[in-house]
Protein backbone atom coordinates (compact mmCIF):
# COMPACT_ATOMS: atom_id res chain seq x y z
CA UNK A 1 0.00 0.00 0.00
CA UNK A 2 1.09 3.57 -0.48
CA UNK A 3 -0.08 4.66 2.26
CA UNK A 4 2.77 2.97 3.93
CA UNK A 5 5.54 4.89 1.91
CA UNK A 6 3.92 7.86 2.36
CA UNK A 7 3.85 7.65 6.41
CA UNK A 8 7.56 6.47 6.06
CA UNK A 9 7.99 9.70 3.40
CA UNK A 10 5.87 11.80 6.12
CA UNK A 11 8.56 10.29 8.87
CA UNK A 12 11.44 11.45 7.18
CA UNK A 13 10.59 14.86 6.75
CA UNK A 14 9.86 15.23 10.80
CA UNK A 15 13.19 13.62 11.33
CA UNK A 16 14.78 16.26 8.72
CA UNK A 17 13.12 18.72 10.93
CA UNK A 18 14.44 17.55 14.14
CA UNK A 19 17.62 17.09 13.46
CA UNK A 20 18.39 20.64 11.61
CA UNK A 21 16.21 22.82 13.75
CA UNK A 22 14.77 22.58 17.84
CA UNK A 23 13.27 25.86 17.41
CA UNK A 24 11.08 24.74 14.33
CA UNK A 25 10.71 21.45 15.63
CA UNK A 26 9.12 22.60 18.64
CA UNK A 27 7.27 25.14 16.89
CA UNK A 28 5.47 22.38 14.56
CA UNK A 29 4.96 20.51 17.72
CA UNK A 30 2.86 23.34 19.41
CA UNK A 31 0.54 23.24 16.20
CA UNK A 32 -2.23 21.08 16.06
CA UNK A 33 -1.53 17.49 15.42
CA UNK A 34 -3.67 17.34 12.21
CA UNK A 35 -1.20 20.59 10.96
CA UNK A 36 2.14 19.19 11.79
CA UNK A 37 3.25 16.49 9.03
CA UNK A 38 2.37 18.86 5.98
CA UNK A 39 4.61 21.72 7.81
CA UNK A 40 7.59 19.37 8.54
CA UNK A 41 7.10 18.28 4.97
CA UNK A 42 7.74 21.86 3.89
CA UNK A 43 10.14 22.64 5.97
CA UNK A 44 12.03 19.22 4.74
CA UNK A 45 11.68 20.73 1.06
CA UNK A 46 13.61 24.07 1.84
CA UNK A 47 16.47 22.38 3.96
CA UNK A 48 17.03 20.04 1.63
CA UNK A 49 17.68 22.70 -1.22
CA UNK A 50 19.24 25.58 0.90
CA UNK A 51 21.84 22.17 2.37
CA UNK A 52 22.52 21.78 -1.86
CA UNK A 53 23.56 25.50 -2.15
CA UNK A 54 24.72 25.72 1.26
CA UNK A 55 27.20 22.97 2.38
CA UNK A 56 28.09 20.07 -1.09
CA UNK A 57 30.54 22.16 -1.71
CA UNK A 58 32.58 18.75 -3.17
CA UNK A 59 30.04 18.37 -5.27
CA UNK A 60 28.29 20.28 -8.78
CA UNK A 61 26.07 22.02 -6.99
CA UNK A 62 24.22 23.38 -10.11
CA UNK A 63 23.45 19.90 -11.50
CA UNK A 64 22.14 18.60 -7.65
CA UNK A 65 19.56 21.47 -7.51
CA UNK A 66 18.93 21.50 -11.31
CA UNK A 67 17.97 17.57 -10.25
CA UNK A 68 16.05 18.64 -7.34
CA UNK A 69 13.98 21.24 -9.27
CA UNK A 70 12.92 18.28 -12.16
CA UNK A 71 12.50 15.67 -9.90
CA UNK A 72 10.25 18.40 -7.67
CA UNK A 73 8.12 19.07 -10.30
CA UNK A 74 7.32 15.60 -11.52
CA UNK A 75 6.75 14.17 -8.18
CA UNK A 76 3.83 16.76 -7.92
CA UNK A 77 2.75 15.99 -11.49
CA UNK A 78 3.08 12.11 -10.71
CA UNK A 79 1.43 12.36 -7.01
CA UNK A 80 4.95 10.26 -5.83
CA UNK A 81 8.07 10.33 -5.42
CA UNK A 82 11.08 7.79 -4.67
CA UNK A 83 12.62 10.92 -2.57
CA UNK A 84 10.93 10.71 0.62
CA UNK A 85 10.98 14.31 1.48
CA UNK A 86 9.65 15.35 -2.02
CA UNK A 87 7.14 13.04 -2.27
CA UNK A 88 5.72 14.24 1.17
CA UNK A 89 6.11 18.14 -0.22
CA UNK A 90 4.23 16.71 -3.24
CA UNK A 91 1.55 15.63 -1.43
CA UNK A 92 1.22 18.99 0.55
CA UNK A 93 0.97 20.75 -2.67
CA UNK A 94 -1.43 18.48 -4.25
CA UNK A 95 -3.48 18.42 -0.64
CA UNK A 96 -3.35 22.09 -0.69
CA UNK A 97 -3.33 23.49 -4.07
CA UNK A 98 -0.09 25.43 -3.05
CA UNK A 99 0.68 27.84 -6.03
CA UNK A 100 3.29 26.29 -8.15
CA UNK A 101 4.59 30.11 -8.41
CA UNK A 102 6.01 29.80 -4.52
CA UNK A 103 7.55 26.76 -5.30
CA UNK A 104 9.29 28.42 -8.99
CA UNK A 105 10.38 31.72 -6.73
CA UNK A 106 11.93 29.59 -4.07
CA UNK A 107 14.41 27.77 -6.43
CA UNK A 108 14.92 30.65 -8.03
CA UNK A 109 16.60 32.23 -4.93
CA UNK A 110 18.03 29.25 -4.20
CA UNK A 111 20.21 29.08 -7.75
CA UNK A 112 20.91 32.44 -6.48
CA UNK A 113 22.93 31.20 -4.08
CA UNK A 114 24.52 29.24 -6.29
CA UNK A 115 27.81 32.02 -6.65
CA UNK A 116 29.30 34.64 -4.53
CA UNK A 117 27.35 38.00 -4.43
CA UNK A 118 26.80 41.48 -3.43
CA UNK A 119 23.73 42.35 -3.58
CA UNK A 120 21.65 45.55 -4.53
CA UNK A 121 18.18 46.40 -3.26
CA UNK A 122 16.21 45.10 -5.93
CA UNK A 123 18.49 41.68 -5.80
CA UNK A 124 18.08 41.80 -2.00
CA UNK A 125 14.08 41.86 -2.14
CA UNK A 126 14.03 39.08 -4.71
CA UNK A 127 15.88 37.25 -2.93
CA UNK A 128 13.87 37.81 0.25
CA UNK A 129 10.66 37.11 -1.26
CA UNK A 130 11.40 33.57 -2.73
CA UNK A 131 13.90 32.63 0.33
CA UNK A 132 11.47 33.47 2.83
CA UNK A 133 8.16 35.16 2.00
CA UNK A 134 6.60 31.86 0.13
CA UNK A 135 7.87 29.65 2.72
CA UNK A 136 5.31 32.17 4.79
CA UNK A 137 2.70 31.45 1.87
CA UNK A 138 3.13 27.92 1.45
CA UNK A 139 2.63 27.32 5.40
CA UNK A 140 -0.43 29.56 5.22
CA UNK A 141 -1.83 27.68 2.42
CA UNK A 142 -1.97 24.61 4.75
CA UNK A 143 -3.04 26.75 7.89
CA UNK A 144 -6.06 28.09 6.25
CA UNK A 145 -7.04 24.88 4.84
CA UNK A 146 -8.39 26.05 1.40
CA UNK A 147 -10.18 29.25 2.28
CA UNK A 148 -9.05 31.63 -0.19
CA UNK A 149 -10.45 34.54 1.52
CA UNK A 150 -8.69 33.97 4.49
CA UNK A 151 -5.38 33.09 2.78
CA UNK A 152 -5.77 36.13 0.83
CA UNK A 153 -6.35 38.43 3.81
CA UNK A 154 -3.39 37.27 6.34
CA UNK A 155 -1.64 36.79 3.16
CA UNK A 156 0.76 40.24 3.61
CA UNK A 157 1.36 39.35 7.41
CA UNK A 158 2.76 35.77 6.54
CA UNK A 159 5.17 36.86 3.60
CA UNK A 160 6.83 39.66 6.81
CA UNK A 161 6.83 37.10 9.06
CA UNK A 162 9.13 34.90 6.75
CA UNK A 163 10.71 38.13 5.69
CA UNK A 164 11.63 38.98 9.27
CA UNK A 165 12.98 35.65 9.87
CA UNK A 166 15.16 35.31 7.26
CA UNK A 167 16.37 38.85 8.02
CA UNK A 168 17.67 37.85 11.11
CA UNK A 169 19.20 34.68 9.89
CA UNK A 170 20.79 37.01 7.84
CA UNK A 171 22.08 39.02 10.86
CA UNK A 172 23.19 35.75 13.10
CA UNK A 173 24.91 34.33 10.39
CA UNK A 174 26.69 37.33 8.65
CA UNK A 175 30.41 35.98 9.54
CA UNK A 176 29.70 32.46 7.90
CA UNK A 177 27.75 33.66 4.97
CA UNK A 178 30.73 36.98 3.86
CA UNK A 179 33.62 34.57 5.26
CA UNK A 180 33.24 31.59 4.12
CA UNK A 181 30.33 31.73 1.40
CA UNK A 182 31.15 35.32 -0.07
CA UNK A 183 27.89 36.09 0.31
CA UNK A 184 26.72 39.81 1.08
CA UNK A 185 22.94 40.05 1.55
CA UNK A 186 22.00 43.63 3.08
CA UNK A 187 22.46 46.03 0.22
CA UNK A 188 24.60 48.94 0.67
CA UNK A 189 26.50 47.54 3.52
CA UNK A 190 30.00 46.93 3.67
CA UNK A 191 30.85 43.73 5.86
CA UNK A 192 34.56 44.66 5.15
CA UNK A 193 33.72 47.52 7.85
CA UNK A 194 30.77 46.79 9.26
CA UNK A 195 29.68 49.12 11.48
CA UNK A 196 27.44 49.48 14.73
CA UNK A 197 25.64 52.19 12.85
CA UNK A 198 24.82 49.59 9.84
CA UNK A 199 23.64 47.07 12.28
CA UNK A 200 21.11 49.47 13.61
CA UNK A 201 19.80 50.75 10.85
CA UNK A 202 19.08 46.95 9.64
CA UNK A 203 17.33 46.27 13.11
CA UNK A 204 15.19 48.98 12.92
CA UNK A 205 13.45 47.85 9.72
CA UNK A 206 13.82 44.42 11.68
CA UNK A 207 12.05 45.47 14.35
CA UNK A 208 9.31 46.70 11.97
CA UNK A 209 8.55 43.52 10.58
CA UNK A 210 7.97 41.71 13.82
CA UNK A 211 5.45 44.10 14.85
CA UNK A 212 3.26 44.27 11.28
CA UNK A 213 3.65 40.32 11.83
CA UNK A 214 2.46 39.98 15.12
CA UNK A 215 -0.86 41.71 14.02
CA UNK A 216 -1.58 38.32 11.67
CA UNK A 217 -0.19 35.75 13.72
CA UNK A 218 -3.08 36.90 16.28
CA UNK A 219 -5.28 36.24 13.64
CA UNK A 220 -4.53 33.01 12.90
CA UNK A 221 -6.72 30.06 13.13
CA UNK A 222 -6.22 28.68 16.52
CA UNK A 223 -4.59 25.17 15.35
CA UNK A 224 -1.85 27.24 14.08
CA UNK A 225 -1.60 30.25 15.83
CA UNK A 226 0.17 28.82 18.95
CA UNK A 227 3.17 27.20 16.94
CA UNK A 228 3.56 30.19 14.60
CA UNK A 229 3.74 32.61 17.81
CA UNK A 230 5.90 30.46 19.68
CA UNK A 231 8.91 30.09 16.57
CA UNK A 232 7.90 34.29 16.34
CA UNK A 233 8.73 34.10 20.33
CA UNK A 234 12.52 32.08 19.35
CA UNK A 235 13.51 34.36 16.64
CA UNK A 236 12.12 37.59 18.77
CA UNK A 237 14.55 36.29 21.25
CA UNK A 238 17.14 35.74 19.28
CA UNK A 239 16.98 39.01 17.36
CA UNK A 240 17.13 40.63 21.26
CA UNK A 241 20.55 38.90 21.71
CA UNK A 242 21.57 40.53 17.98
CA UNK A 243 21.02 43.58 19.22
CA UNK A 244 22.64 43.17 22.56
CA UNK A 245 26.09 42.91 20.79
CA UNK A 246 28.11 44.97 18.61
CA UNK A 247 28.78 44.65 14.72
CA UNK A 248 32.38 43.44 15.72
CA UNK A 249 30.99 40.56 18.12
CA UNK A 250 28.25 39.21 15.50
CA UNK A 251 31.38 39.31 12.54
CA UNK A 252 33.40 37.36 15.24
CA UNK A 253 30.92 34.59 16.55
CA UNK A 254 27.37 33.62 16.02
CA UNK A 255 25.05 34.08 18.41
CA UNK A 256 22.83 31.32 19.52
CA UNK A 257 19.66 30.81 21.86
CA UNK A 258 20.26 27.73 23.83
CA UNK A 259 17.90 24.40 24.21
CA UNK A 260 17.54 25.19 27.81
CA UNK A 261 16.22 28.63 26.82
CA UNK A 262 14.63 27.44 23.78
CA UNK A 263 12.67 24.91 26.78
CA UNK A 264 11.50 28.04 29.28
CA UNK A 265 10.10 30.30 26.08
CA UNK A 266 7.89 27.38 25.21
CA UNK A 267 6.90 26.91 28.56
CA UNK A 268 6.07 30.83 28.90
CA UNK A 269 4.52 31.11 25.53
CA UNK A 270 2.20 28.39 26.72
CA UNK A 271 1.25 30.21 28.75
CA UNK A 272 0.69 33.28 27.46
CA UNK A 273 -1.47 31.53 24.97
CA UNK A 274 -3.53 29.95 27.86
CA UNK A 275 -4.32 33.11 29.55
CA UNK A 276 -5.13 35.22 26.11
CA UNK A 277 -2.15 37.29 26.84
CA UNK A 278 -0.68 36.54 22.76
Not at 67 to 81: R, T
Not at 202 to 212: C, L, N
Not at 233 to 258: C, E, G, H, P
Request: contains cysteine; neutral net charge; hydrophobic residues 40%.
Amino acid sequence: MKQIFDNISAECSKITTQRYSTSFTWGIYMLHKSLRPSIYAIYGFVRFADEIVDTFHEYDKKFLLNKFKKDCFEAIAQGISLNPVLNSFQNVVNTYNVDHELIHLFLNSMEMDLEPAVYSNEKYETYILGSAEVVGLMCLSVFTNGDRNEYERLKPFAMKLGSTFQKVNFLRDVKADFQQLNRSYFPEVNLENFSDDQKFRIEKEIEAEFDEALIGIKQLPSTSKRGVFLAYIYYKTLFNKIKNVTALQIMDRRIRVSNAHKLVLMLNSMLRYKVNLL
